[in-house]
């Protein structure tokens, strides 16, 4: 008796355990999904219609056919746009355009026409504006936005604010470095946050920070001609997208297509298009000295390419990014040339400041 109730509750947990693998492939943290139901004229469900998904960029396909209630699901997609052809006996095959996002299902409903003495193919472009198969919390940062929004270092983070619930501090223009901004999500702390990018999570696992944190340094940032797109969830997201309480930010880099694509470009900023500032212009004067602004000399340049090796088949894609940059305020938080009484060393936090050495393989 015994034995047997055993077996039934290993059963039991067995086919839960089933159950919840099968309702996670739907979405990872890098993919997304596709579901919807197909119906006749009449609005009655049409079981066994054919339903084949193709990538717009790769040409990958994939076909499903719907269950008993009409519905048909794709799991595991990359984020892009896709070509959905519906068919079934009887009825006018029907064609339909539909984009999906990172961790996002939209949901494409069809109905098919009785077909007539000829059949005739409908073409469609359809989106969703609200997402009804999640109940997370968040924004989608496409590749319009990252790549023609003013970004002083091109760094994505700076823009992460343009989901509700998250802000960030207030960055200087003129500090040294990419600019990665730290940012807080629903009230939840700078270190709470999760960072993936194409599903590896690149947080500092010390400082838990996003940009450089004294010794430690800052994650790695690709080049907003890189970026495919990136979502920032903030609430009620599902356990793919666990480990931190904070936002989870989610970057899903560029891959090869069909097509070869490519980007050439080259950013400047020089203090010689600057006015001066009117506080410094005073200290100049007052000290002597001419009136020139602070150095500022500041080059991003860089390209990326990308195409099919094969078609259908094998895809590469790659970029480059360079920074060289001359600034009037120095690492210490100072203007150049600036002797402060107390000794700032913002590179190494575990030095011996008095003695002048470090025994920590931490310093820099």
Not at 105 to 121: D, F, H, I, R, Y
Not at 226 to 245: C, H, L, M
Not at 279 to 290: A, I, M, V
């Amino acid at each position: 008796m015994l034995a047997n109730f055993a077996s039934r509750r290993l059963l039991g947990c067995a086919a839960l355990l089933l159950l919840c693998v099968s309702l996670s492939f739907a979405q990872t943290a890098t993919t997304g999904a596709l579901t919807g139901i197909v119906t006749d004229p009449s609005g009655a469900v049409i079981a066994g219609a054919k339903v084949n998904l193709t990538a717009t960029a790769t040409g990958a396909q994939r076909t499903t056919t719907t269950d008993a209630s009409g519905s048909y699901k794709f799991a595991l997609l990359p984020p892009g746009t896709y070509s959905v052809k519906f068919s079934s006996t009887g009825f006018q095959t029907a064609e339909a355009s539909i984009t999906v996002a990172v961790t996002e299902t939209p949901v494409l409903n069809q109905k098919l026409a009785v077909s007539g003495s000829k059949e005739v193919v409908m073409v469609e472009a359809r989106g969703e504006a609200i997402q009804t198969q999640t109940a997370a919390t968040g924004g989608v940062v496409g590749e319009a936005e990252v790549t023609t929004l003013p970004l002083v270092s091109r760094n994505y983070t700076q823009i992460m604010t343009l989901s509700p619930g998250v802000v960030a501090n207030v960055t200087t223009a003129s500090a040294v470095g990419n600019g990665t901004m730290d940012v807080s999500a629903n009230g939840a702390k700078q270190n709470q946050n999760n960072y993936l990018m194409d599903g590896a999570s690149v947080v500092n696992y010390v400082s838990g920070m996003a940009a450089q944190e004294g010794s430690f340094p800052g994650m790695a940032i690709p080049n907003p001609d890189a970026i495919e797109e990136f979502k920032v969830q903030t609430s009620q997201y599902d356990a793919s997208s666990g480990r931190n309480p904070g936002a989870n930010v989610t970057v899903i880099t560029k891959g090869g297509s069909n097509k070869f694509h490519g980007a050439v470009w080259e950013f400047n900023r020089n203090n010689f298009f600057d006015a001066n500032d009117w506080f410094y212009k005073r200290f100049e004067t007052q000290s002597g000295l001419p009136n020139k602004p602070q150095v500022l000399k500041q080059n991003t340049f860089g390209f990326t390419f990308g195409g099919p090796v094969k078609k259908d088949k094998l895809f590469f894609f790659g970029s480059y990014q360079g920074l060289r940059q001359v600034n009037g305020i120095g690492t210490s938080g100072f203007a150049s040339g600036y002797q402060s009484s107390v000794d700032l060393m913002p590179w190494n936090d575990y030095a011996d400041v008095a003695k002048g050495v470090c025994s920590d393989l931490r310093c820099t």
